[in-house]
Nanobody, 120 residues
Framework: QVQLVESGGGLVQAGGSLSLSCAAS????????MGWYRQAPGRQREFVAS??????PNYADSVKGRFTISRDNANTMYLQMNSLKPEDTAVYYC???????????????WGQGTQVTVSS
């Protein structure tokens, strides 16, 4: 069974930094794209950043220049968050577009989320 596990969330003051990681484990074939999303209380889940298997990143306008997404060759993705703002407070979820086991089809899988709280 494929699992995505996020870690690294926490409480930080405005202007500070946090680093999140997302590790994919289980019977995984290829991972096409991985991404981060976030959901604040009372709001819909929104896109934060994504990265292709070739390492090409894409960012939401709200985090450009402050957040950096990366991934390694061991099915782990990272999100370095600098210059954090109170409006960045949310539960952060990782997402992966991947093949499970021997399947040739791609499936989206989500992690359980990690809380990021930025105090003013």
């Amino acid at each position: 069974q494929v699992q995505l596990v996020e870690s690294g969330g926490g409480l930080v003051q405005a202007g500070g930094s946090l680093s999140l990681s997302c590790a994919a484990s289980g019977s995984i074939g290829r991972i096409r794209e991985m991404g981060w999303y976030r959901q604040a209380p009372g709001r819909q889940r929104e896109f934060v950043a994504s990265i292709t298997s070739g390492g090409n990143p894409n960012y939401a306008d709200s985090v450009k220049g402050r957040f950096t997404i990366s991934r390694d060759n061991a099915n782990t993705m990272y999100l370095q968050m600098n210059s954090l703002k109170p409006e960045d407070t949310a539960v952060y979820y990782c997402n992966a577009d991947l093949q499970e086991g021997d399947s040739y089809t791609y499936t989206y899988r989500w992690g359980q989320g990690t809380q990021v709280t930025v105090s003013s």
